[in-house]
């Protein structure tokens, strides 16, 4: 009986605290900032990676040693020309011996 | 006649019997079957007969698998076809080894005739091994030792103490009659030995230019030029990269 009256009490003097501040002020925020920490991070943009150009390599032996140039291979201009280069880098090397560019 | 052989192998390898003439004769050969496996690179140029003439003094290595003359092949990875020179001396390397001293000729870039530098034989750090293994009428020791980029397992004969083998190693109490390399790419297999009075060959320096400068000086420059190269190349728009191949020798430490 006791705890009947006690809950009662309680949910009648709650009621009327409630009841004497009945209008909630909400705070009026004048400069909006953002909270980088609020940010969602569970957003996921697809960006295309940018994709490496394929090389193209154009080798050629001088005793031990090897010698390379590359080309962008969609760069046909510069590609056809990395043959002239190889074989002028086998030359300033000594090595154009007997070989000859096609 | 394991006996004989050793007796013969003293009387005429004992040091003091040496002379300026008699340097230059050998008294016996081991020939050695070499081969080299290193994939994409001209290594096929190493393969084949090799042989060690010696006497107490001095000892000379040749590659009698070496063309006689220049050739050249198409490999699908090169633009251009891959050019081996060859030589009728079959690249001999020289030593002497009291001097502790080598003269190696290869194929270079600087010279038709071939090129002759000044190495140092002996400098390997070995470890002596208690195994044991026979080669033809020679009981071998084994030993280990690292030699320019690759560890080796030689097998030398106490019976002849001669501090050479095949390529440049050498160092040992005794003549090494077989070796390889513990990476799997080089391997020297033993193919026979000949131990006479009336062995034909003379050692002899090798023909060549001479540069007048040691292997590691040697391949120090030409880092220095090719790294150069490939700069200038670079600084005028090539797209270039200049490497070395693997060989024999990975690296070219004293």
């Known amino acids: 009986m006791k705890k009947v009256f006690l809950l009662f009490a309680l949910l009648v003097c709650g009621q009327f605290t409630f009841a004497s501040n009945p209008v909630q002020t909400l705070p009026v925020y004048s400069d909006l900032t953002v909270d980088s920490n609020s940010i969602p991070t569970d957003i996921h943009v697809s960006i295309e990676p940018e994709e490496e150009p394929d090389l193209c390599w154009n080798c050629a032996t001088c005793e031990n040693v090897l010698i390379c140039v590359y080309c962008i291979c969609t760069n046909t201009e510069d590609c056809a020309d990395s043959y002239d280069k190889l074989f002028n880098l086998l030359c300033a090397a000594g090595c154009c011996y007997n070989v000859s560019p096609d | ?254």
């Open chain 2, 1 to 254: 006649m394991k006996f004989v052989i050793s007796i013969l192998v003293l009387l005429f390898a004992w040091p003091g019997q040496a002379n300026s003439q008699s340097d230059s004769i050998p008294i016996g050969r081991v020939v050695y079957a070499r081969t080299v496996d290193l994939p994409g690179t001209p290594s096929m140029r190493l393969n084949g007969k090799t042989s060690l003439l010696f006497n107490s003094v001095r000892s000379l290595f040749i590659h009698h698998g070496a063309f006689a003359g220049d050739t050249s092949y198409q490999d699908d990875q090169y633009v251009f076809p891959v050019h081996i020179k060859g030589d009728s001396e079959g690249f001999p390397i020289y030593k002497l080894h009291q001097e502790r001293r080598m003269l190696s000729k290869f194929s270079c870039r600087q010279s038709d005739a071939h090129c002759i530098v000044s190495d140092t034989l002996g400098h390997i750090n070995w470890k002596l091994h208690s195994d044991q293994k026979d080669f033809g009428p020679y009981t071998c020791q084994k030993a280990t030792g690292v030699f320019r980029g690759r560890e080796y397992e030689a097998w030398y004969a106490l019976d002849i103490p001669i501090p050479s083998g095949p390529h440049k190693l050498g160092g040992l109490p005794g003549l090494i009659l077989e070796a390889r390399s513990l990476d799997g790419v080089v391997e020297y297999r033993f193919a026979g030995i000949e131990i006479s009075n009336r062995m034909k060959g003379i050692l002899q320096p090798p023909s060549g230019t001479h540069l007048g400068i040691s292997y590691t000086e040697y391949m120090d420059s030409e880092k220095q030029f090719f790294e150069n190269l490939e700069k200038e190349a670079r600084a005028s728009g090539i797209n270039t990269t200049i490497s070395f191949l693997p060989d024999i020798e990975l690296s070219w430490e004293r």
